[in-house]
């Protein structure tokens, strides 16, 4: 049998997961590079499916998929549809935000804490009582649900998530970031696909442990985790393509706190730094790290707090004072220009009014 799975970056995951584990021919197209670059759906393709597999979209006019599903209906190919799988239901006023390293998730109501502490310390104790997100957290959690909801609704989908989202959601974490599920969801569709489709999925599949959707993780605030019952730890920061590496939670907030002197730099030589002041290390062309910026002296040198490391091997320094040669590293600042917020926000929003009026469906 040979399937197509239509939709975003989880479109590639299903892909794989039938291929590998359900012994059928999957390809895969993306939705939003279509949109992004005005390409109509190949619907002389059709013809070679034997089902196809989709996340409804509703608002992009002629990639609208009540278009892929008539004609689909027309020549008699089976359909099955899966929502869009994102739920913010973790992560209180938290949007994909433009910075100085690309576009990232980012906790806006985590800058409103950080710039109200009088130190770190501070900002940290606030961090973890439930009080500081109380109503963030629990408004966000009944938003996301019902965009979520809603999607399934209008979306007349055949694998629905929201019932189960709703009963495990405190006990398992279920998404990394709001746009990247977990395992867990991954299997549920796919055991819903092969459901509707008839295929047999290799158990072996179900026992991974690894997350199929791999390189990006959001952490879930323990004062949110404390409002919502929640019964697993934080996870860490990490993002793929940016950063190559991972914060644990204290870098993640550290990176919020400091975030008007936060810089990625990256080494364009084979080139040593100091650590403390004392210890040398050696690192190749192409390490990062990630810090918070003190000083660059008149000989070249700069002073940062680092917070992050990728390319350092079983060496990598833990939260350290470096000092290294400016002219051996390319640095991005976190922020975009000088004296701007630094992070502006784009228009996919986990806020509880947008998640409320959600119109886009599945299309990134």
């Known amino acids: 049998?040979?399937?197509?799975?239509?939709?975003?970056?989880?479109?590639?995951?299903?892909?794989?997961?039938?291929?590998?584990?359900a012994g059928v021919q999957a390809d895969k197209i993306t939705n939003f590079r279509l949109i992004e670059t005005g390409t109509p759906f190949p619907y002389d393709r059709l013809g070679s499916y034997g089902a196809v597999i989709f996340n409804p979209i509703f608002s992009q006019?002629?990639?609208?998929?009540?278009?892929?599903?008539?004609?689909?209906?027309?020549?008699?190919?089976?359909?099955?549809?899966?929502?869009?799988?994102?739920?913010?239901?973790?992560?209180?006023?938290?949007?994909?935000?433009?910075?100085?390293?690309?576009?990232l998730w980012w906790c806006h109501?985590?800058?409103?804490?950080?710039?109200?502490?009088?130190?770190?310390?501070?900002?940290?104790?606030?961090?973890?009582?439930?009080?500081?997100?109380?109503?963030?957290?629990?408004?966000?959690?009944?938003?996301?649900?019902?965009?979520?909801?809603?999607?399934?609704?209008?979306?007349?989908?055949?694998?629905?998530?929201?019932?189960?989202?709703l009963e495990h959601y405190k006990s398992r974490r279920l998404f990394l970031t709001p746009s990247h599920p977990a395992n867990e969801l991954y299997f549920l569709v796919l055991r819903g696909i092969a459901d509707k489709l008839g295929l047999r999925v290799d158990r072996t599949l179900f026992q991974r442990d690894a997350q199929l959707q791999t390189g990006s993780m959001l952490p879930v605030l323990p004062g949110v985790a404390q409002r919502l019952s929640l019964e697993f730890p934080a996870g860490e920061l990490a993002h793929h393509e940016i950063f190559a590496g991972q914060f644990d939670l204290h870098g993640y907030l550290a990176l919020h706190y400091r975030k008007s002197s936060a810089v990625m730099l990256t080494a364009t030589t084979n080139t040593s730094l100091e650590v403390d002041g004392e210890e040398v290390q050696r690192v190749g062309k192409g390490a990062r790290v990630?810090?918070?910026?003190?000083?660059t002296s008149s000989n070249g040198?700069?002073?940062?707090?680092?917070?992050?490391?990728?390319?350092?091997?079983?060496?990598?320094?833990?939260?350290?004072?470096?000092?290294?040669?400016?002219?051996?590293?390319t640095a991005k600042p976190l922020e975009r220009s000088a004296g701007s917020d630094g992070v502006k926000a784009t228009d996919?929003?986990?806020?509880?009014?947008?998640?409320?009026?959600?119109?886009?469906?599945?299309?990134?």
């Not at 992050?308 to 590293?329: D, I």
């Not at 929003?349 to 990134?364: D, M, P």
Request: aromatic content about 12%; overall charge positive.
């Open 1 to 21: 049998m040979r399937v197509l799975v239509y939709g975003g970056c989880h479109a590639e995951v299903l892909r794989w997961c039938l291929e590998e584990y």
């Open 61 to 103: 006019t002629e990639w609208n998929t009540r278009h892929l599903e008539e004609e689909c209906q027309r020549r008699g190919i089976p359909v099955v549809r899966y929502p869009w799988l994102e739920w913010g239901g973790y992560w209180p006023q938290t949007r994909i935000t433009t910075t100085g390293w690309g576009k």
């Open 109 to 165: 109501l985590l800058d409103k804490v950080a710039r109200a502490a009088s130190s770190f310390d501070a900002f940290v104790d606030r961090v973890f009582e439930e009080d500081t997100f109380a109503r963030a957290a629990s408004d966000t959690l009944a938003a996301s649900t019902k965009a979520l909801e809603y999607r399934e609704t209008w979306g007349k989908v055949d694998v629905p998530i929201s019932s189960y989202v």
């Open 290 to 295: 990630v810090g918070s910026t003190h000083s």
């Open 301 to 329: 040198h700069l002073d940062l707090d680092a917070l992050a490391y990728a390319g350092f091997g079983n060496r990598r320094p833990r939260r350290k004072r470096l000092r290294l040669n400016a002219s051996h590293w």
């Open 348 to 364: 996919r929003v986990s806020s509880t009014a947008a998640l409320a009026r959600a119109a886009v469906i599945g299309a990134q």
